[in-house]
C-alpha cells in the first residue's frame, strides 16, 4: 500500500509535529507511484484528515476524483503539487479490505464522488 504514512517520518521528529511540506511531499510521492503502477487490484479514493476509505472502481478513476476534490478545496497549486501547509486532501490507495466490503463501499459511498 503506499501512503503517506509509508514515507520517512519528518525531520523534526523532535518535536513530534510534522512540517508543512511533509504533506506535499507524500502527495507527490503517492501521485508519482500511482503512475506506474497498474493491477486488477481494488482502489480507494482516500481523504486524509478525517481519514475517509472510499472504494473506488478503478485507479484512474480514483485518481481523477482525488484530484478534483483537491482542486475543489484549493489545495493545489499550478503544477498540480499540495501546496506547503495542506493537512486536508486527497489521495489514491489500494483498498485494505475485501472484494466484498469494497462493494459495498462502491455502491453505497463512490456516487457521492464520481460526480
Not at 60 to 72: D, P, V
Request: charged share 30%.
Amino acid at each position: 500500500m503506499i501512503t503517506v504514512s509509508n514515507l520517512p517520518p519528518p525531520k523534526d521528529t523532535d518535536t513530534g509535529s510534522r512540517s508543512e511540506n511533509d504533506f506535499a511531499r507524500g502527495w507527490n510521492a503517492c501521485r508519482e507511484a500511482m503512475k506506474n503502477k497498474h493491477s486488477d487490484d481494488l482502489w480507494a479514493l482516500h481523504i486524509v484528515d478525517p481519514d475517509d476509505l472510499i472504494a473506488a472502481p478503478s485507479a484512474e478513476e480514483a485518481q481523477a476524483a482525488a484530484e478534483k476534490f483537491n482542486l475543489a478545496m484549493g489545495v493545489l497549486d499550478a503544477e498540480g503539487d499540495l501546496l506547503p501547509g495542506t493537512t486536508v486532501y486527497a489521495e489514491i490507495d489500494e483498498w485494505p479490505h475485501g472484494a466484498e466490503s469494497h462493494a459495498h463501499s462502491l455502491r453505497r459511498d463512490w456516487p457521492e464522488y464520481a460526480r
